[in-house]
Structure formats: structure tokens, C-alpha cells
């Protein structure tokens, strides 16, 4: 394997194509100056050309189908293929947002029935699958805790009180929709502080965004506690549904006292995740909010000739929040992953992703120190850092892909000092917990005996440690533009070469 893959440019020749056109079965007829492009310089490939070099890029990647790759809060998990087919059957993948309700009553019934599968999930009223990302359906479920306010003339409640332990993008999204962040600390078992709350609830308060379980991947101990704080003071409660994975079929939200949370279908309902999308986090109301979820959700209505769906906005709806109806594919593949597992299937799914998080805590707990020695949930935080070696946190998750294995989410959350947020899933084996525990524990063992190796590391990669910070302010946007790069640095490695239970399989930096 060549220490570099050409781009398509390099691979170009004049003459060279993927395909013949047909001839053409209308009459010749010149193009007016002003519509004819300039040669765009466009590179001439053959079909055998192409597919080389898009597969030989797709095997640089790691993704989840790939290895283990336990991207702490972000839920990586085993997309079942069965759900890909079902979203590629015609009636689903054809299907145009502008066709007449009439014709597409079957993909208007299977948004009915995840709706009402939400709901019934998260413990909600009414559920809208409008907003088309975890974020986006922060940001929508904060305008509808802006409406009810409004409505009911409250405009001096303007602030939001987000814990030192909740989502990074809670505090953007408030103050994208207009309010401002009031950020309470953690106690020393990882729960949000009482008495903080406590000082921070008044008529100003508009409410709370919750992440629970937290980021420390702990349930909230007195979440009870916290709910009737808030709304004691006429504050609402949001509940960041991104650590779902945890809890579903064993707790509900809406139980909780939580008036409205979104649930991201790309985590906890095995959609595809990363990459930019497609996502989807439709947000769940109580009864209370329901009339201000965005539109249109999908109603039944009784007709002589049988039960007709139909779209509609809620009576209060602060509109659309998406174009159409949202990420149809991710609702189809959602829908049949709920369909297949079940109630049982999905609380035994939380249960396994529970009990494997513990597992490899409990494990890594003698190599690495976890600041909360307790039950975690879905997902733990142990401090990355070798202690007396000069190795962080990072040099640990880059040596981890000689291993074969993608890094945990690095130094976050903020509050625990070079942190590593590991979450398996529920998917995998006891077999690759194990090989990842080996992982771990050798890279500790390397980092005492030399430190220098982890902290080069990657070294069987084919590109190896990046300026990350130069990387992101200096954006390679085009394969042309990657011609002035040159190869990538050091030897290729070589065919079965490896280094520990990965060995042999080359992933990439990120």
C-alpha cells in the first residue's frame, strides 16, 4: 500500500471515462454563450478509477461498523441493517414531501405511531418529529418554554439555570433563543448542587435544562428535589433526552415532573449518527406545553371508509422549526428498531449499556482514576492523565488507535481534569470489553516504561499526529487544494503488522 492515495486529479487522463452516454433522440441545438460554462477542469476518470479510489478512502475511516468506538455521550452504537433496507423501500424512499396526504397515508401512519411511541416512552403528552438534531431540538423546546411564558404575560423570565454537568450545547442554544445561562456546580457525588438551585430559583426564572443521566454519565440523585425547585418558582423543566440510552423503559422523563425534552433518534433509536446528519430530535411536552410543539405533527381522524391521517399544527404551534416534516428516513429506521426490540427489547437494551459501562469502570478504575466512585449509568468519566509520566489524556486516545480502537470523548466535561468519557453501548461483546481494558492497561504500562512512544503516538496510522488546532483554522475544502500537501508522513504499515488486540487493522487520526 502506497504511503499516500493519489486524488482524482492525479489519477486524471485526457480521453478517460466512467460511462457511455446513449445517443441522443433529440434534435441538436447549440447552447446560447451566455448559458455555456467555461471548462470547469474537471478530471477524467474510468469507472474502475473512481471506485478504487472512493474505497481506498472509505478503508482510511473508522466508523462504527469498523471497531469499538465508545465516543462517551455521543452513543455510538450497532445501526441494525434491517433498518437501512426498510428506509430504502420505495413507498418510504420515493415519497415526496408535496404529495396530496391521500397518497402517502401509510408514511403519515408511521409518523403517527412514533409519535405515540415517543410519548409513551419519554412519559409525554404529545410529541413532535420536527426538529432535525439534538441541538435543534434544544433550541425548539427552549421557544416553547419562551411561548408559555409569553402568553401568559411572564416576560421578565429570562434566565435558564444550566448545571456545570449538562451538554455543551444547552448553553447555546439558550442563548440562542433569547435567554441567559445560569450555570450551578456539581456536588461532590456528581449531582447537581441543591442549594444552588435553591438561590438561583425567583419570578426571573424561566427554567432548567436537565442532562439525565449527566455527562459524568451519573443519574441525578435528587432530581425530584430539583424539579419541584423549579417549578415552585413558575420556572419549566427541559430535559436533555441525549443520554436516553441509559433509562429507556425504566424511567420516563415526563414521570419526573419534566415538561419537555427532546430525544435524539441518532443515539438512543439507532439511526445514523455523525458526519454532519442526518439527525433527528423530535421533543416530547406535557400537557401543560403540548399546544406549543412545532408543526406539523400527524393526527387521526375517523373516516366512514376507515382512520385517515392527516397533518396539522397544534392550536398554540410556535410553527415549523424544519422544512416538510422533518428527517423522514430517520423516523422509518427509528420505527422499525422500536418495532423490533419492543418495550422488553429496549429496557433490556439500557440494562445491557448499564451494565457494560460498569464493567469496563470497574476494570479501569486501578489504571485510571475515576473521580465518582458510584453506580454510573450508560457511560463513565476517568481521568485520562499518567500520573508521574508526562503522558494526558490525549496521548492516551491517540496511542489507543495503534490498538485498533477509536478514543473516548476527550476532556469533556470541563469539570474533571483531562477526562475521558467512555461509552460502550449496549452492543458490544464482553470479549472486545476485555481487549479494550488490555488496551488501556498496556498504554499505561508504556506510558511509565516510555513515555516518549504514547506521546508520538500514532505510529501504524496512515496519517499521523495532526495540528488539530492548525487543522481547524486552516481547512482543506477541495481534493485539489490536498495536492499541495504532499504524502503523508512516515512509512505505510504493513500487511498483518499491528500492536496489541487491534493489531493489523489500520484506522485513522482524527
Given at each position: 500500500?502506497?504511503?499516500?492515495?493519489?486524488?482524482?486529479?492525479?489519477?486524471?487522463?485526457?480521453g478517460?471515462?466512467?460511462?457511455?452516454?446513449?445517443a441522443?433522440?433529440?434534435p441538436?441545438?447549440?447552447?446560447?454563450?451566455?448559458?455555456?460554462?467555461?471548462?470547469?477542469?474537471?478530471?477524467?476518470?474510468?469507472?474502475l478509477?473512481?471506485?478504487?479510489?472512493?474505497l481506498?478512502?472509505?478503508?482510511?475511516?473508522?466508523?462504527?461498523?469498523?471497531?469499538?468506538?465508545?465516543?462517551?455521550?455521543?452513543?455510538?452504537?450497532?445501526?441494525?441493517?434491517?433498518?437501512?433496507?426498510i428506509?430504502?423501500?420505495?413507498?418510504?424512499?420515493?415519497?415526496?414531501?408535496l404529495?396530496?396526504?391521500?397518497?402517502?397515508q401509510?408514511?403519515?401512519?408511521?409518523?403517527?405511531?412514533?409519535?405515540?411511541?415517543?410519548?409513551?416512552?419519554?412519559?409525554?403528552?404529545?410529541?413532535?418529529?420536527?426538529p432535525s438534531?439534538?441541538?435543534?431540538?434544544?433550541?425548539?423546546?427552549?421557544?416553547?418554554?419562551r411561548?408559555?411564558?409569553?402568553?401568559?404575560?411572564?416576560?421578565?423570565?429570562?434566565?435558564?439555570?444550566?448545571?456545570?454537568?449538562?451538554?455543551?450545547t444547552?448553553?447555546?442554544?439558550?442563548?440562542?433563543?433569547?435567554?441567559?445561562?445560569?450555570?450551578?456546580?456539581?456536588?461532590?457525588?456528581?449531582?447537581?448542587?441543591?442549594?444552588?438551585?435553591?438561590?438561583?430559583?425567583?419570578d426571573?426564572?424561566?427554567?432548567?435544562?436537565?442532562?439525565n443521566?449527566?455527562?459524568?454519565?451519573?443519574?441525578?440523585?435528587?432530581?425530584?428535589?430539583?424539579?419541584?425547585?423549579?417549578?415552585?418558582?413558575?420556572?419549566?423543566?427541559?430535559?436533555?433526552g441525549?443520554?436516553?440510552?441509559a433509562v429507556?423503559?425504566?424511567?420516563?422523563?415526563?414521570?419526573?415532573?419534566?415538561?419537555?425534552?427532546?430525544?435524539n433518534?441518532?443515539?438512543?433509536f439507532?439511526?445514523?449518527?455523525?458526519?454532519g446528519?442526518?439527525?433527528?430530535g423530535?421533543?416530547?411536552?406535557?400537557?401543560?406545553?403540548?399546544?406549543?410543539?412545532?408543526?406539523p405533527?400527524v393526527?387521526?381522524?375517523?373516516?366512514?371508509?376507515?382512520?385517515?391521517y392527516?397533518?396539522a399544527?397544534?392550536v398554540?404551534?410556535?410553527?415549523?422549526?424544519?422544512?416538510f416534516?422533518g428527517?423522514?428516513?430517520?423516523?422509518v429506521?427509528a420505527?422499525?428498531?422500536?418495532?423490533?426490540?419492543g418495550?422488553a427489547?429496549?429496557?433490556?437494551?439500557?440494562?445491557?449499556?448499564?451494565?457494560?459501562?460498569?464493567?469496563?469502570r470497574?476494570?479501569?478504575?486501578?489504571?485510571?482514576?475515576v473521580?465518582?466512585?458510584?453506580?454510573?449509568?450508560?457511560?463513565?468519566?476517568?481521568?485520562?492523565?499518567?500520573?508521574g509520566?508526562?503522558?494526558?489524556?490525549?496521548?492516551?486516545?491517540?496511542?489507543?488507535?495503534?490498538?485498533?480502537f477509536?478514543?473516548?470523548?476527550?476532556?469533556?466535561?470541563?469539570?474533571v481534569?483531562?477526562?475521558?468519557?467512555?461509552e460502550?453501548?449496549?452492543?458490544?461483546?464482553?470479549?472486545?470489553?476485555?481487549?479494550?481494558?488490555e488496551?488501556m492497561?498496556?498504554?499505561?504500562?508504556?506510558?511509565?516504561?516510555?513515555?516518549?512512544?504514547v506521546k508520538?503516538?500514532?505510529?501504524?496510522?496512515?496519517?499521523?499526529?495532526?495540528?488539530?488546532?492548525?487543522?481547524?483554522?486552516?481547512?482543506?475544502?477541495?481534493?485539489?487544494?490536498?495536492?499541495?500537501?504532499?504524502?503523508?508522513?512516515?512509512?505505510?504499515?504493513?500487511?498483518?503488522?499491528?500492536?496489541?488486540?487491534?493489531g493489523?487493522?489500520?484506522?485513522?487520526d482524527?
Open positions: 500500500m502506497h504511503d499516500t492515495i493519489a486524488t482524482v486529479y492525479e489519477l486524471s487522463a485526457p478517460r471515462a466512467g460511462m457511455d452516454l446513449p441522443s433522440d433529440v441538436a441545438s447549440d447552447l446560447p454563450a451566455e448559458e455555456v460554462r467555461a471548462d470547469c477542469g474537471l478530471p477524467e476518470l474510468s469507472q478509477d473512481v471506485v478504487r479510489h472512493y481506498a478512502l472509505s478503508q482510511r475511516n473508522f466508523g462504527v461498523d469498523s471497531g469499538f468506538y465508545p465516543l462517551g455521550s455521543c452513543t455510538m452504537k450497532f445501526n441494525p441493517k434491517v433498518n437501512e433496507a428506509a430504502r423501500m420505495p413507498g418510504f424512499s420515493e415519497a415526496h414531501p404529495q396530496p396526504q391521500e397518497t402517502v401509510g408514511n403519515l401512519a408511521l409518523m403517527f405511531e412514533l409519535q405515540r411511541w415517543l410519548a409513551e416512552i419519554g412519559g409525554f403528552a404529545g410529541v413532535s418529529l420536527q438534531a439534538g441541538a435543534h431540538g434544544e433550541f425548539t423546546g427552549l421557544l416553547m418554554m411561548a408559555f411564558h409569553r402568553e401568559r404575560g411572564d416576560i421578565k423570565r429570562t434566565r435558564i439555570i444550566i448545571p456545570d454537568s449538562a451538554h455543551g444547552n448553553p447555546a442554544s439558550t442563548t440562542m433563543a433569547g435567554f441567559t445561562a445560569v450555570e450551578v456546580p456539581s456536588n461532590g457525588r456528581g449531582n447537581i448542587d441543591l442549594e444552588a438551585v435553591r438561590a438561583a430559583c425567583n426571573t426564572l424561566a427554567g432548567i435544562m436537565i442532562t443521566p449527566n455527562t459524568l454519565g451519573l443519574f441525578e440523585e435528587r432530581i425530584g428535589e430539583v424539579v419541584e425547585l423549579v417549578h415552585a418558582c413558575g420556572g419549566l423543566v427541559y430535559g436533555d441525549a443520554n436516553l440510552n429507556v423503559g425504566i424511567v420516563r422523563p415526563g414521570d419526573l415532573g419534566f415538561d419537555v425534552m427532546h430525544y433518534l441518532h443515539k438512543t439507532s439511526t445514523p449518527h455523525g458526519g446528519g442526518p439527525g433527528s423530535p421533543v416530547g411536552a406535557s400537557a401543560r406545553l403540548r399546544d406549543f410543539l412545532p408543526g405533527v393526527e387521526m381522524a375517523n373516516d366512514p371508509n376507515g382512520p385517515r392527516r397533518l399544527m397544534p398554540k404551534s410556535i410553527g415549523r422549526v424544519s422544512p416534516c428527517n423522514f428516513g430517520m423516523f429506521r420505527y422499525a428498531y422500536i418495532r423490533q426490540h418495550a427489547g429496549l429496557r433490556a437494551n439500557s440494562e445491557h449499556a448499564v451494565l457494560n459501562a460498569n464493567y469496563l470497574v476494570k479501569l478504575r486501578d489504571a485510571f482514576k473521580p465518582f466512585e458510584r453506580i454510573n449509568m450508560h457511560e463513565f468519566v476517568c481521568r485520562g492523565a499518567v500520573d509520566a508526562g503522558v494526558r489524556a490525549l496521548d492516551v486516545s491517540k496511542r489507543l488507535l495503534d490498538y485498533g477509536h478514543p473516548p470523548t476527550n476532556y469533556f466535561p470541563l469539570i481534569p483531562e477526562a475521558l468519557m467512555i460502550p453501548t449496549e452492543t458490544e461483546s464482553k470479549p472486545t470489553l476485555d481487549a479494550f481494558v488496551a492497561t498496556a498504554i499505561t504500562k508504556e506510558a511509565r516504561s516510555d513515555p516518549a512512544q508520538a503516538a500514532p505510529h501504524r496510522t496512515p496519517v499521523r499526529r495532526l495540528d488539530e488546532v492548525k487543522a481547524a483554522r486552516e481547512l482543506v475544502l477541495s481534493d485539489r487544494a490536498a495536492l499541495s500537501l504532499g504524502p503523508l508522513p512516515g512509512p505505510a504499515p504493513q500487511a498483518g503488522e499491528g500492536s496489541g488486540p487491534g493489523g487493522r489500520r484506522r485513522r482524527e
